[in-house]
């Protein structure tokens, strides 16, 4: 074993990934090729584990105006105008450092939304640690919703939504998935693709350091085992105020038509972005690494072309125009300079000052990474373990405070609180006031619901079901405030693909996620995956997390989940057969283990229908999706937020064949929970089940049933405050 | 009615206040180099981050060119209205007492809440209703916005009717002294809040009381 | 160019609450004794002239009405 090949392993790759690079290249690449190909052929860079299965997935559709393969996805809202969005993680930097993983993750999906020519209008994210009486676990999500908080915040882009939950497997790899929505005139929109022979390549944004250098093949492609903190050097730092500038001057250089392309540097900085451009297009990129402008003195060939560095975007200008880009840049006080050439080489080459110092082609380096296939086997029984923390012998009322308390369940507000969800005044549903963030869009006469879901113990249960329920639980949120799905994005959070259970998990999960998708015909114009995250105690739930945009004609219309009157009648819609498999409560008690029903998501899909007419209509005075904690929590949180209490009895639910406890707390897809008008409610073949008003919730489920105190409700969901800062 | 809204770098609510102030005027973007605030009828210095709140929040913006030309406008008796960073400005400028500080909490907090403004409407918060809504619900939305001044400062303030708006009772977000959510200057023409007026003007988005504000200060410029 | 620091701080009786959150945190952390944590700023620059620098605290990098600050030669010259 020579020096060489030990080299090309500490950077992730197999021997005979490294003998492919030698073929495709007719000879041993250097130092900064040999880089370069390590980042690019990370699982992060290429998803070599997962680019087969994610052909599964359905993308095409009437609506869609950029798919997969671009910076974001986009969908048609009207009137000449498209809506982008994408979600992406940055799960491995953010259980590193924790602020800045987390505000870069911010800052990341920004760019990607507005190198398309989107402008950012508002940002949601989905968390997940390990269980709260953790300290670690209370210091990254302390440490990641201050980080989220501080670029979003900073930037001006409101936060209007997203979930935070807390499970055990997550407690070595936290999961940080940042969601950004965007608008653009579908005209101005731009795409990737670098073109035009002798066009100039021009860097712009913020200056080169060592900001991540092998961010991507050492943190991505890897477990994370003892001895991290030695990884801190190659967490990137956010800076909110320059992306602010870098937007509107990417904003107004599009505006202008200055740009040919525009691509944003992310994972592997430079070389994945020329790279990508240059492959999109067809083309060959020159790239003189001595005209970057540097923060650090002395940085070598490879450093600054695999740089992290932050806040950066890449143009192709044509020549005649460089100057004026260069002046806009200055204008808005961020850096710019031509750095390169597109050129008709096919091959992507570095040069430092005009000599050669790496010479790759652009196939080889961006599309020749070997795909793996998996060797998935279906695990024998329940992997994750259990814990008990609550007793079975607990009353239904004192179960029902118990999950209210429980973090996974509980009002996020102490979260929430620290984001700007306000400013654009585009927000008419904030945070917590609807199941789906809700904005208004008056370049199209109309508004977008949006709304980011997933369940990674329920996946956990079963891969197929679990998978299926995280699309629907997303179409119910948006049913109702009224909202027909548009588009889905999606971000696969999984384990070590190499191993036989994870692998398992994401084959399934993947098929799952086209099977919904092609019955509800929402495509997947876009999304992520990130792999490997396993610590010394095994793999995380497999959680697939899913985003998903509509339009509603009338923001007016959009239905909050608080009751609004008393004297409302209440109703339960949809085909829900709850059960306690998976379920929060089954997880308290200790008790969790495989299975899960299948979902009827044709009968889920016309329930969505029903409410979402019915919102349209203006008939429903509030409607609220049966999620975790089951229905009993459902109607506690309707009942919470309004300050009025219920008066329930769940013998039509009983009467489908479930127990009390199922019932009560029993959870899965296709529920729904109404108030409003009798006659209203009737009239959309709701089973009426109770009605509106007074202090106490009280609910009449056989020998399980309860009343609790309204005021008791209210403090046990908003318990998080005082549980996150336990010190 | 024209308004001007400053823009820094940095600077994000500045849209919002230019939809704001049209609903009650004519209304312009002023960039931060510009010093020629020929034309205009009032200032709005907006929320958002100038400069990235480095330094101190405010500090660098207080510099620019054309806050130069609003002292000026200032001294000469033109209406000036500062929100949430337009407040830390005009205090790092000296065209208000006090200064804005972290939170008590040491978060950024964003919440609609109560505002009481002292514009001599009667406010009787415990015995029914006044024909009057006393109170304006407004959204806050800061990470330093806990006014402070010295005790002697703050008792001037009291005496000479400077404080402008308070938190209700209960609603302080950010430990602010007395409850103090924005104040005037001693002619009364440049007042500052932390809580951002311009979000709620819409009945879509929030609540319309947000306007009362923009009008008292068109009023105060009508006075002239 | 000669070297100067200035350190910055809140002044004295001015609630701290950045000092009181890392003072409140540093038992949990294995640390005890610690007592009366103020957090302030630090800039560091190389400067020309060394007697403008109590002009530039004044007006820049501190807020006199709030903060306290102290300059610092780095070279030992002047």
Redesign the interface.
């Known amino acids: 074993m020579t020096v060489e090949t030990a080299k090309h392993r500490e950077l992730g790759l197999t021997d005979s990934e490294f003998e492919l690079i030698v073929e495709k290249l007719g000879r041993e690449p250097n130092d900064v090729e040999l880089a370069m190909f390590s980042l690019l052929w990370s699982e992060h860079c290429a998803y070599k584990h997962s680019r087969k299965l994610l052909r599964r997935l359905p993308t095409e559709g009437e609506r869609v105006v950029m798919g997969p393969g671009e910076n974001a996805g986009a969908v048609d809202i009207g009137n000449g105008h498209a809506i982008a969005f994408k979600v992406e993680s940055h799960n491995h930097p953010s259980a590193v450092e924790p602020f800045q993983g987390a505000a870069t993750g911010v800052g990341g999906i920004l760019r990607d939304v507005f190198a398309l020519g989107a402008r950012p209008i508002a940002i949601l994210d989905s968390l997940r640690f390990g269980e709260l009486d953790s300290?670690r676990s209370r210091h990254l999500l302390d440490g990641a919703v201050?980080g989220i908080?501080?670029y979003g915040?900073?930037?001006?882009v409101p936060n209007v939504g997203g979930e935070i939950y807390f499970e055990a497997p997550y407690e070595h790899n936290c999961l940080v998935n940042a969601m950004c929505v965007g608008i653009a005139r579908t005209e101005d929109m731009v795409r990737a693709a670098a073109a035009g022979v002798g066009n100039a390549v021009v860097l712009m944004g913020a200056s080169t350091g060592r900001d991540g250098i092998g961010g991507a093949s050492v943190l991505a492609s890897a477990e994370l085992g003892e001895g991290d903190d030695a990884k801190r050097p190659t967490v990137q730092i956010g800076?909110?105020?320059e992306e602010?500038?870098v937007l509107e001057c990417c904003l107004e250089l599009l505006g202008k038509g200055l740009l040919v392309s525009l691509q944003d540097l992310g994972a592997a900085g430079l070389t994945s972005s020329a790279g990508e451009m240059a492959s999109a297009g067809g083309v060959g990129i020159d790239l003189d690494v001595a005209r970057v402008p540097l923060r650090e003195a002395d940085m070598e060939p490879f450093e600054i072309m695999v740089s992290e560095s932050q806040e950066r975007m890449l143009g192709v200008v044509e020549p005649a125009k460089v100057a004026e880009v260069i002046a806009v840049c200055a204008k808005?006080?961020t850096g710019a300079a031509e750095i390169g050439v597109v050129t008709d080489s096919g091959r992507v080459r570095v040069l430092r000052d005009g000599e050669v110092v790496g010479d790759m082609p652009v196939e080889a380096l961006v599309d020749g990474c070997p795909l793996y296939d998996l060797s998935p086997a279906e695990p024998a029984g329940w992997m994750y373990g259990n814990r008990a923390t609550v007793s079975r012998d607990a009353t239904s009322g004192e179960t029902l405070l118990d999950l209210l308390g429980s973090p996974s369940v509980a009002s996020k507000r102490w979260a929430?609180?620290?984001?700007?969800?306000?400013?654009?005044?585009?927000?008419?549903r904030r945070p917590e006031s609807a199941d789906a963030a809700v904005l208004?869009v008056p370049e199209a006469g109309n508004a977008i619901a949006v709304s980011i879901d997933g369940n990674g113990r329920r996946v956990a249960c079963d891969p197929y079901a679990g998978t299926i329920e995280a699309v629907l639980e997303c179409a119910q949120n948006l049913a109702c405030v009224g909202a027909e799905p548009l588009g889905l994005t999606n971000c696969l959070n999984f384990g070590n693909p190499e191993k036989l259970a994870p692998a398992w998990q994401l084959d399934r999960a993947v098929s799952a996620l086209a099977e919904a998708c092609e019955a509800l015909g929402v495509p997947v114009v876009g999304g992520n995956v990130s792999l490997y995250n396993e610590g010394p105690e095994g793999p995380i739930y497999p959680t697939p997390v899913v985003g998903m945009v509509g339009e509603l004609p009338d923001?007016?219309r959009a239905c909050g989940s608080a009751f609004l009157h008393e004297g409302d009648a209440i109703a339960l819609l949809g085909p829900f057969e709850p059960s306690l498999a998976g379920a929060e409560l089954t997880k308290l008690r200790g008790e969790l283990d495989t299975g899960l029903p299948q979902p009827d998501v044709a009968a889920v899909a016309a329930a969505c229908a029903t409410v979402r007419e019915a919102v349209r209509a203006g008939k429903l005075s509030s409607a609220h999706d049966v999620s975790d904690g089951g229905f009993a929590c459902a109607l506690a949180e309707s009942a919470i937020a309004a300050g009025i209490g219920c008066r329930v009895d769940l013998q039509p639910l009983r009467e489908r064949g479930c127990s009390p406890d199922e019932a009560l707390f029993g959870e899965g897809p296709g529920g729904f929970l109404l108030s409003g008008s009798r006659e209203a409610l009737e009239s959309l073949g709701a089973t009426l089940i109770g009605e509106t008003g007074g202090t106490t919730i009280e609910v009449a489920a056989g020998d399980r049933s309860f009343t609790v105190d309204l005021g008791a409700a209210e403090s046990a969901w908003h318990s998080l405050s005082e549980r996150v800062s336990e010190? | 009615m024209r308004w001007g809204v400053l823009q820094f770098p940095g600077s994000c609510d500045e849209r919002d206040a230019l939809h704001a102030c049209s609903l009650v005027g004519d209304a312009r973007l002023l960039w931060h180099e510009e010093r020629d605030l020929e034309g205009i009828d009032a200032v709005v210095v907006p929320g958002g981050f100038s400069y990235g709140d480095y330094l101190r929040a405010g500090a660098i913006a207080r510099f620019s060119p054309a806050m130069e030309a609003v002292a000026g406008f200032a001294a000469a008796g033109g209406p000036v209205l500062g929100i949430c960073n337009g407040f830390q400005v005009l205090c790092e400028a000296g065209l208000l007492p006090g200064a804005l500080l972290l939170n008590e909490s040491t978060r950024f907090t964003c919440r609609q809440l109560d505002l009481i403004p002292a514009d001599g409407t009667q406010i009787d918060l415990y015995r029914g209703k006044s024909s009057r809504r006393p109170t304006l619900s407004i959204p806050a939305k800061h990470g330093e916005g806990r006014f402070w001044a010295p005790d002697e400062v703050l008792d001037r303030l009291e005496e000479n009717g400077q404080v402008a708006y308070r938190y209700a009772p209960g609603q302080n977000p950010n430990g602010s002294a007395r409850d103090i959510a924005g104040v005037r200057n001693e002619a009364g023409n440049v007042v500052g809040l932390m809580p951002h007026p311009e979000h709620a003007v819409d009945p879509l988005t929030g609540s319309t009381d947000g306007l009362r504000v923009f009008e008292a200060v068109a009023a105060a410029g009508a006075r002239r | 160019m000669p070297r100067a620091r200035v350190l910055i701080r809140p002044k004295e009786g001015i609630l701290d609450p950045q000092g009181k959150a890392v003072e409140r945190a540093l038992p949990a952390l294995g640390f005890e004794g610690i007592e009366h944590v103020h957090v302030g700023r630090m800039v560091e620059l190389d400067v020309e002239d060394p007697a403008r620098l109590g002009e530039l605290c004044e007006k820049l990098l501190a807020n006199p009405l709030i903060e306290d600050y102290e300059i610092e030669q780095l070279d030992g010259a002047g």
């Open positions: 300290v201050r908080g501080h915040n900073s930037i001006g800076d909110p105020f602010s500038k808005w006080q929430f609180e620290q984001y700007d969800s306000v400013v654009g005044s585009r927000t008419v208004q923001p007016a010190v």
